[in-house]
């Protein structure tokens, strides 16, 4: 399915180590196996020429932007993201995928990416129109980033292969949510 | 149990005729069921001298601020809420609740209480602390607002018998997911 044209944007969503990785601190069950799904994806943007944003989290060293309830969970976890870190814990991207110099990063330091982000400045600059979503985890980064997207008119794209939750339950109800609000969610 | 005090606010989310009376164009199943609830708690805010915000829709007539996916509904539905609409599909508050003249209105066009919208600017003048969320629907405007007010840094309660959602499976899912952010779901 031809899903990329110049008027969208592929935005990748926390795929980095410390929620994708077997045994990493914030680890999302289902996360590790849509790694190739993601690349092949990531790889059809390029293709058609659509801009590829990197939505990533980092949170200071000291945890003054890490989201109150999970201070404790993050201090628990070493303290996980760290800018420039490396490792099972770090804000690397998960193995098996690699950001281009001409991509986009973006950092947020909440759930959605348009929180406290320049991004929808950067979208509206490319006269983007549809954005399409993957990554993890569905019920919090996808989800709020899907309804942030929507309520600033954008059309929104849902790759569900290529985004994963803690289990299949949470998967599908998120997903059926996010369809009655007017996303597109894109099954096979 | 009291969970009102001085850095309290309760916010009443949606719960207008258009959504909660019977047979309205945009009605929530489980809507009406929790006016006498609602009716309660925001009495229990008022006794304890905790502000009460009306979060509301309310749509231009020429639907220039309608969600693009709704937009088509809002038509079918006749325009709905526009202001100072009456009767069935209108934007008044829903029979069996009434606002005092003391308490805060809060127009938003999309689905988070603080998107687009004074709600942050208010409270923190009020240097409040706490949110407690009523009103419907849970998966979407009682939502958002949770997910924003936790990563603005506000304490977040949502008192589950005053939100409704069209399925109790829609309600329990949310709940849960809200849950596993650091909401305290109230669910006696």
Redesign the interface.
Known sequence: MQIFHDKTALLVIDMQKAFVEPGAAHCIAGAKATVPACAQVIQEARAAGAPVFWIRRQYRADGSDV????KEAWRKGGGTMAPGSTGLNSEELAEGLTAAPSDYQVLKP???GF??TELDLLLRRLQIETVVLIGTTT??CVR?TC??A??L?YETIIIEKCCSSQTE??QR??M??ME????KIIRE
Chains 1, 2 share one sequence.
């Open positions: 989201e109150f309830t999970r909440r759930w959605s929180f406290g019920p919090n709020t309804y942030d929507i309520a008119d339950e949470i109800a998120n059926e949510d009655r609000i007017g996303a």
